[in-house]
């Protein structure tokens, strides 16, 4: 089965809270490069691994992961608002075969998901409703998180399936890499804050507005070195790259929670959607891969990378 892997990072600042233009410059270098690969291998169906921000998924249940066979985005930030372009026959299968592998996949029929899922295909493909995708969300952000070696399971399971639909499949990962914004946690929260991220509330148009100006306030404050937020960490990043390069995926199995936060940031757990989707890859047989860039971008409170492997 041809198969395919992408991972890009995302920010809800792109376009709000810009670094210099040299910088723009060499990511968009970098996202170009990635677009003239995906056109080359031409998917017919795209894996989507992302997180939520406590858009879609909230305390009341939150799984450590979860396949959507129908999904709608919010359109925070300015990313694109609208249903995606699920394929709910792969996706029904590729759960199955998740499920047959021993792997315990919740699925949602009728996922919220937000601008970590809207921004990549927006960014790679030119909308939410380009190209049939399997949406999969996986928990970054809300603890307890699980152990990184499950979030690995899960992606040789989704690609081992993968091979029975007969398709070009990409792999696609949302997130990281070294990475603390301001998300809320439950821990300590006050009771109104703690009842939103158990219930998931809508905010109104206004009370988002608020929220999305105080993470763009806070990424200006990053970016003057004002904030208390943990730094990014480029070693770590270009460590977690290496692996992936190497295809030394078993690696990310010693990682702990604890040691990833305190190292990369509360949100470095994005991460997990890298390891799910080249472990997916990994799956279908040797990769090599094929373009790596990675920049530094506290503008955008993030160690930002863009990355593609194809099988050999």
């Not at 809270?17 to 080359?40: K, Q, S, W």
């Not at 952000?141 to 399936?161: C, D, E, H, N, W």
Request: aromatic content about 8%; glycine content about 10%; hydrophobic content about 45%.
């Amino acid at each position: 089965m041809p198969a395919a892997a992408v991972g890009l990072s995302h920010s809800p600042l792109i376009g709000k809270n810009d670094p210099d233009p040299e910088v723009l410059a060499r990511v968009d270098d970098a996202v170009d490069t990635a677009r003239t690969f995906i056109r080359g291998f031409a998917p017919d169906l795209v894996v989507l691994y992302a997180p939520d921000h406590y858009n879609g998924f909230f305390y009341k249940e939150m799984p450590p992961f979860c396949l959507a066979t129908e999904a709608h985005a919010v359109g925070d930030f300015g990313s694109q608002a609208g249903p995606l372009s699920v394929d709910p026959a792969a996706a029904k299968a590729l759960a199955q075969g998740a499920l047959d592998r021993g792997i315990d996949l919740t699925v949602s029929a009728r996922m919220t998901v937000d601008h970590g899922f809207a921004q990549p295909l927006e960014v790679l493909f030119g909308g939410i409703d380009q190209v049939p995708v399997v949406p999969v969300f996986v928990n970054g952000v809300a603890t307890p998180l699980g152990p990184v070696s499950r979030i690995r399971a899960l992606g040789t399971a989704l690609g081992q399936a993968s091979g029975d639909l007969d398709r070009r499949v990409l792999f696609l990962a949302s997130g990281g890499l070294s990475h603390d914004p301001p998300v809320p946690v439950l821990d300590g929260a006050p009771p109104r804050v703690a009842d939103a991220l158990i219930e998931g509330h809508s905010p109104t148009p206004e009370q988002r507005a608020r929220g999305e100006q105080r993470v763009v306030q806070a990424g200006r404050d990053y970016a003057a070195g004002s904030s208390a937020m943990t730094p990014i960490n480029p070693d770590w990043d270009n460590r977690l790259l290496d692996h992936l390069e190497r295809g030394e995926l078993a690696e990310f199995d010693s990682w702990t929670v604890e040691e990833m936060a305190k190292e990369a940031g509360g949100s470095a757990h994005e991460v997990r959607t890298w390891i799910a989707a080249f472990a997916s890859l990994a799956a279908t047989g040797p990769y090599e891969m094929t373009s790596r860039f990675y920049e530094a971008i506290p503008a955008w409170i993030a160690g930002f990378a863009v990355a593609t492997a194809e099988g050999r």
